[in-house]
Structure formats: structure tokens, C-alpha cells
């Protein structure tokens, strides 16, 4: 995948061949540019071609703008005061000491300003007047800001650039094969090409070895011989070796003085001596000739057209391969496939889910109908209070509580039953009650006073074990306050460990459902790039190749596996899309917040009057009087 993306990256739009034939291509390239408009349209809303979707903007802008014609040459050999000399004003800085450090495109403008391009797509203007800043000043702030700068256009009030758009590049840089270059991207914006080269100057190899790449290309320029001012016209030798040199690069050579031209400006008179020396209306006649010559210029744009579609095929080719579209794809194409053992999962999760529900359920109302201390006892020895230790002392305390409760009501009971027996044998033998035999006049009967005596032995003992009792009660109260906080913080616990399980869950659902819908979301950023590749199609096919006067045998060969190619290609993902939205997204409705607005927690709310049983009196001392 790496090599590809180093194939894009490595596509230039290479430059065409100019064809010459004088046709009338008007209403083609009107209807041209409004179809690649539409186009630039759709592809802007991707960012993932974004450098194929900047060129095809460059074609079409170069194609409803003037007649574009680059300006090249060594450093020193005067490209720039040729411009000026052509705009009659010093726009740029001749400044020999410093070349023209950023490419530059100059045309016309109402308003004059300047507009930097940089690198990372962004646009600014400037007053005119900073035109140095850009192109030649020696600050360090300015040459921090060339090195972020693709190229600048300056826009100027002058009757020349309603005819063509000129382009003053940067002096030929030399690469690591001794082959001089221009930056392509602007190279490729021109319909013309004028060379200068500097009388006095040696024309180096590297210059030749562009100029012959370009002639493979049938890319012709028009060579000027700037410094007629230092040619001696009697010797017309020195222009011969010129000649020799370039003779088979360029399509004719020109002698021209910016020297004297610029002078002539300074002297504001177009007509005195100097400027017709200088023959810069002659560089004016040939801008001329270029600017009326659509049909070469409409057969320049078509091929760059055609590279761009090139460019486009491979693009498109590799994009199934490159990020993010391959793990989109992927991650929409595997639960597509995999939607039945999806569904089964689901089904197990809300199974789970269920048994969650009834589970947080009967936590959360475990407390509701706890009104004793039995029944605190009860819920307490479940799970998951018994395995508390804190909770387990006081369960064991208040069980030996109510065991030592259970024990005194006996004895309680006991005492009472012995008491009326006694009570009813005494009537029947004396005729009285007990008590009456007790506070009242009686006669001795030692029986009787006997089992009184027992009674209050039985007496003694209830009066200790309710005094045993009431520390014990106390006792536990005093527990029961630390206990109960602690029996809510249980069950809280308990619920919010379901609860985690609920988010689990809900977690994994929401994560997977996001991942879907993220994907979906960036494979739809394709959607532009399907639509121009369908428009693409039709457009070439039904309009380009069927208007046959632009196109050569071998552009239309060309055209046509292009569009085999782009046709090939196939994104599956709309398919895939239309399935998922059949099926819809896991169900993920808000378990957890139905589960605790329809369970509320009820706390423990028993109090120390529930945890105190209530407990009759020992009964009091049987006294006999003796008197």
C-alpha cells in the first residue's frame, strides 16, 4: 500500500504535447469548464484527494482565465526586468544581488494586491507594496514565511494583463542528476513558454538537458536573447553561437534589451529611441499570437485534462486499500456478514439482562418488608450480609437477644401457670384466692406456704433475667446504629455492582453501535468520489470522446482504458450500508435507568422501637404476713 501512495505522490501531471491547429474550440471549452466545475464540486467534499482535487481547480481556473505564459531562465538572466519592462513599471525587484525566491504569477487586477498561496492550502492578501516580502526581501521573518509558500499572485491595473497572465518563476534549480527543473505544478499551468537566456551567459548543460525533456514532450518555447544592448550588430557571429545552441529546443529566437526597455520607462515615453531598440514589442506580439491561439491552448488543456484523469484512476484504484476506508469497510462489511452471531450474543446479553433486572429487583426491596428484628435476622444470614463480619457480631447478638428473650417469656409464662394452679387449688380446699390467703386472716396450711415460697424463688430468677435482658437490649441498640448504616451500604454496593453489569453491557453495545456509525460516517465521505467516478464516466464518454476534433488516435486509446480502469474499480460499501440499515443498530435501549426509576432502593427503616421487644414485668414478691 506504501508504493502506491508513492505512486500518486510521484504522478506529476507531466507536460502535453501542444498541438497548433487553429480550430474554433470556444463553445467545447465553455461546456468543458462548467462539467469540470461540477466535478471540482464533488470532489472538494473529500479531503482524501485533495492534492488531485487542487490540480483539476488549477485546470479549470486556468482555463476561464487569460492565456498563462511562464517566463524561464538561469538566475541573472533577466526574466524579472522583462516583466517589468512589459508592465512598463517595476513590480518586482531587480535587485541582482537576490533572485526571486517564490514563483510568482502576475495578472490583471481592478484592485492591485497581492494573494500568498501556502502550502497547506490556506490564502491571504497583502497590500501591493509588501510584493518584496515575498519575492526578494533578505529578513529572516521573510524567508520564514517563503518557506511555507507554494507560489503568490499579483493582481495589477495594466492593459497587457487583460491579454495573458504572466508567470516570473524562480532561476532554475539544479537537482542531484545535473538536470535543471521547474516546479511542475506551476510549469504545468502554462500555455506558453518564453526561455530567456543572458547574452555574456554561457547556456549550461543542465539548461539544455530541461529543454530537451521538454521538446520530447513537443513542448516548444520561444527563446529570448536578453542584452541586445551588449551585442555588437556588426558581429552577428555572437548571436549565431546562440543560435546553434538553442536552434533545435526552441521554435524561434528573439533579440531583446530589458535594459533598455526599463529605461525607457523611467523616461515614461513608449516612443523614443531606446524602447525601439530594446524590441520588446516584439516579446508584445508574440504574447500576443499566444493569447489568439485557443485552439492550442484548448488542445493543451485537454491533455493536461487527460493526465489529471490519470492521476484520478490511480487515486481511486488505491483508495480501497488506504485508511480510513479500509478498516470502515471492513469493520461495516464484517457485522454485516456476521449479523446472525451478533443476534445470538444480543439474545444471551438480554438474557442476562433479564436476570440482572430480577436481581437488582429483589435487592433493592430487600429491606421493604423488614419490620422485626427476626426479619432483619433473616435477610442478614442470606448473602451477601452473612459474609460480613461486622454483620455477622450483630446478627449473633441479637439472635442470643431474642433467645434470651424467648427464654424469660417461658419462665414468664411458667411462673403465671404455676401461680393460677395454685391460685385454683387454694379456693377449692379454703374457699378463698391465694391473695386473700396471702394479705388476709387465715388459718397456717404449710402446703400453701410452700409453694408461695417457690413462686418467689421463680420470682428472683425473672428479676435477673429481665435486668440481663435490658443490658443485652441496650447492647444491641447501641450496635444496631453503626449496623444499619452498614446494611444500606451493603445493598448499595450490590446494586451498583449490577448496575456496572448493566453498563457492561450497554458499554459494549454503544461502543460497537459508535464504531459502526463511525464507519459508515467516513465511508460516506467517499460518496463524492462514487459520484465523480460515475460522472466521470458519463462525461468522458458521452461529451469527450465524442467531440473527436480535440483528441488524437492515442489520446482517445488512452481515454478509453482510463475509463475501463476508473470503471473497475468498485466501492461496495453503499450495499453494505442499505443491508446494516435494514437490520438496524444493536438494541441498546437505557436498561439501567428504566431498571432504577422502576426500583427504587427502599433503605432499612426499622428503628430501635422495632428492635426492642416488648416485655411484661417480673411479677413482684409474694409476701406472707404473719401477723
Not at 500500500?1 to 504522478?11: E, I
Not at 485533495?50 to 476561464?64: G, N
Not at 504572466?166 to 506551476?186: F, M
Not at 443476534?343 to 437488582?360: D, F, H, P, R
Request: with cysteine; proline share 2%; glycine share 2%.
Amino acid at each position: 500500500m506504501d508504493k502506491d501512495l508513492m505512486t500518486v505522490n510521484d504522478l506529476k501531471e507531466e507536460l502535453p504535447v501542444v498541438r497548433w491547429e487553429y480550430e474554433k474550440p470556444a463553445e467545447f471549452l465553455q461546456k468543458f469548464v462548467v462539467k469540470l466545475r461540477y466535478l471540482n464540486k464533488l470532489l472538494s467534499k473529500n479531503s482524501y484527494v485533495r492534492e488531485t482535487t487542487k490540480i483539476l481547480k488549477y485546470i479549470i481556473q486556468d482555463a476561464t482565465n487569460n492565456t498563462i505564459v511562464l517566463f524561464a531562465g538561469m538566475t541573472d538572466s533577466g526574466k524579472t526586468s522583462l516583466v517589468n519592462a512589459l508592465l512598463k513599471r517595476p513590480i518586482l525587484s531587480t535587485n541582482v544581488a537576490v533572485a526571486t525566491e517564490v514563483n510568482t504569477i502576475i495578472c490583471y487586477g481592478e484592485k492591485e494586491k497581492v494573494c500568498a498561496h501556502f502550502l497547506d492550502g490556506q490564502i491571504a492578501s497583502f497590500d501591493i507594496h509588501q510584493v518584496e516580502l515575498f519575492t526578494s526581501l533578505e529578513t529572516s521573518s521573510a524567508k520564514i514565511l517563503r518557506d511555507s509558500l507554494d507560489f503568490i499572485e499579483i493582481y495589477v491595473q495594466n492593459d497587457l494583463l487583460k491579454m495573458v497572465t504572466l508567470i516570473d518563476t524562480t532561476p532554475l534549480q539544479i537537482s542531484g542528476n545535473d538536470t535543471a527543473y521547474i516546479k511542475e505544478s506551476i510549469l504545468n499551468r502554462a500555455d506558453d513558454i518564453f526561455w530567456i537566456f543572458k547574452y555574456g551567459l554561457p547556456i549550461v548543460p543542465e539548461e539544455l538537458k530541461l529543454l530537451e525533456k521538454i521538446k520530447g514532450k513537443n513542448i516548444i518555447p520561444l527563446g529570448i536573447l536578453n542584452g541586445l544592448d551588449l551585442i555588437d550588430l556588426n558581429h552577428k557571429d555572437s548571436i549565431s553561437s546562440y543560435e546553434e545552441q538553442v536552434s533545435s529546443y526552441v521554435r524561434d529566437l528573439i533579440c531583446i534589451s530589458s535594459k533598455e526597455a526599463l529605461e525607457s520607462v523611467s523616461l515614461k515615453d513608449d516612443n523614443d529611441e531606446k524602447w525601439r531598440h530594446s524590441q520588446i514589442d516584439l516579446v508584445i506580439k508574440e504574447l500576443e499570437k499566444t493569447a489568439n491561439n485557443q485552439a492550442k491552448r484548448l488542445a493543451y488543456l485537454t491533455e493536461r485534462f487527460i493526465h489529471w484523469l490519470k492521476r484520478f484512476q490511480t487515486e481511486i484504484e488505491i483508495i480501497p486499500e488506504r485508511e480510513p476506508y479500509q478498516t470502515s469497510f471492513l469493520t461495516l462489511k464484517e457485522y454485516v456478514e456476521h449479523f446472525e452471531e451478533r443476534q445470538t450474543i444480543e439474545a444471551a446479553q438480554n438474557s442476562y439482562t433479564l436476570e440482572l433486572s430480577v436481581k437488582y429487583e429483589k435487592q433493592s426491596t430487600i429491606f421493604k418488608k423488614v419490620d422485626t428484628l427476626f426479619q432483619l435476622i433473616q435477610v442478614i444470614e442470606s448473602k451477601p450480609f452473612c459474609d460480613n463480619t461486622q454483620l455477622f457480631t450483630f446478627n449473633n447478638q441479637a439472635k442470643q437477644y431474642l433467645l434470651r428473650v424467648r427464654e424469660y417469656r417461658k419462665l414468664r409464662q411458667e411462673y403465671t401457670h404455676i401461680y393460677e394452679l395454685l391460685d385454683k387449688k387454694h379456693q377449692k380446699v379454703n374457699g378463698l384466692t391465694l391473695l386473700k390467703f396471702i394479705f388476709g386472716k387465715r388459718q397456717e396450711n404449710e402446703y400453701f406456704v410452700d409453694q408461695i415460697e417457690k413462686l418467689n424463688e421463680r420470682q428472683q430468677i425473672l428479676e435477673k433475667k429481665y435486668h440481663l435482658l435490658k443490658i443485652e437490649e441496650k447492647n444491641l441498640l447501641k450496635s444496631f446504629e453503626k449496623t444499619k448504616d452498614l446494611l444500606n451500604k451493603v445493598v448499595q454496593e450490590q446494586l451498583a455492582m449490577i448496575l456496572k453489569d448493566f453498563s457492561t453491557i450497554e458499554f459494549q453495545r454503544n461502543t460497537e453501535n459508535a464504531k459502526i456509525q463511525t464507519a459508515i460516517k467516513k465511508l460516506k465521505g467517499f460518496d463524492s468520489i462514487v459520484e465523480a467516478q460515475s460522472f466521470i464516466l458519463k462525461f468522458v464518454s458521452d461529451y469527450v470522446l465524442k467531440e473527436g476534433y480535440i483528441l488524437t488516435k492515442e489520446e482517445k486509446t488512452k481515454l478509453q482504458e482510463m475509463l475501463q480502469a476508473i470503471e473497475k474499480t468498485v466501492f461496495d460499501y453503499p450495499a453494505y450500508i442499505e443491508q446494516y440499515e435494514q437490520m438496524g443498530p444493536i438494541n441498546n435501549v437505557e436498561i439501567q435507568k428504566m431498571i432504577i426509576e422502576k426500583n427504587p432502593f427502599y433503605s432499612c427503616h426499622i428503628t430501635e422501637d422495632h428492635i426492642r421487644v416488648q416485655l411484661d414485668e417480673p411479677p413482684k414478691i409474694l409476701n406472707l404476713d404473719e401477723e
